[in-house]
């Protein structure tokens, strides 16, 4: 099945699944435990690029690099159990921690763009607070904890952590196929 469709006119879509919150907690906090203090933003792979291709110069393109499991990622099996369920191609997938008072100023990710049709990133926040703001195209995205997320990262985005506690969110760089598609585009906009 083609992966064509018009372009798509919406930078973000909360898609259908619901996670446990408590087990993603859980399991996060176990796996993370006795890592080394950070400042600001500290990025922790679980899929991570291994070996990359010779001569490659284009970073969006999935196959720049072999794609290789960390060990932390044995010590995840709900995370492992939701990569399962996406019937999709994975690439990077990497927990994403902010501390309190940390921030990602504006930037763009140019290459995760539905539109593309290459990769997209999802996100899965496992902690978060009341005064963690996500801003894309400079509006709040209401990003609760164990919901499942597209957005359009070709676009600004930032993130500020006002609040007293870190947060934590499972980033999933994924290869775009019609599920992917299709669970985007059928999602909450």
């Known amino acids: 099945m083609s992966v064509e469709s018009p372009g798509f006119d919406f930078d973000r879509s909360k898609l259908t699944p619901k996670y446990d919150v408590a087990r993603l907690q859980q399991e996060v906090s176990d796996a993370i435990r006795g890592f080394p203090p950070y400042v600001h933003y500290k990025v922790i792979p679980l899929i991570g690029a291994g070996q990359p291709?010779?001569?490659?110069?284009?970073?969006?393109?999935?196959?720049?690099?072999?794609?290789?499991?960390?060990?932390?990622?044995?010590?995840?099996?709900?995370?492992?159990?939701?990569?399962?369920?996406?019937?999709?191609?994975?690439?990077?997938?990497?927990?994403?921690?902010?501390?309190?008072?940390?921030?990602?100023?504006?930037?763009?990710?140019?290459?995760?763009?539905?539109?593309?049709r290459n990769q997209v990133r999802l996100h899965v926040p496992v902690f978060t607070n009341e005064q963690v703001e996500f801003l894309l195209n400079g509006t709040a995205v209401p990003l609760e904890e164990g919901e499942l997320w597209y957005l359009r990262l070709s676009d600004p985005h930032s993130v500020v952590n006002q609040g007293p506690t870190e947060r934590v969110q499972l980033s999933i760089d994924v290869v775009v196929n019609d599920w992917v598609i299709d669970r985007i585009t059928e999602g909450v906009k």
Do not use: F, N
């Not at 001569?55 to 995840?76: N, Q, R």
């Open 53 to 116: 291709r010779e001569g490659v110069t284009d970073y969006s393109d999935p196959d720049w690099t072999t794609w290789v499991a960390m060990p932390i990622l044995g010590e995840c099996p709900y995370i492992s159990e939701i990569l399962d369920s996406l019937e999709c191609r994975k690439t990077s997938v990497r927990l994403l921690r902010i501390e309190p008072g940390g921030e990602l100023r504006e930037h763009t990710d140019p290459q995760l763009d539905l539109d593309h």
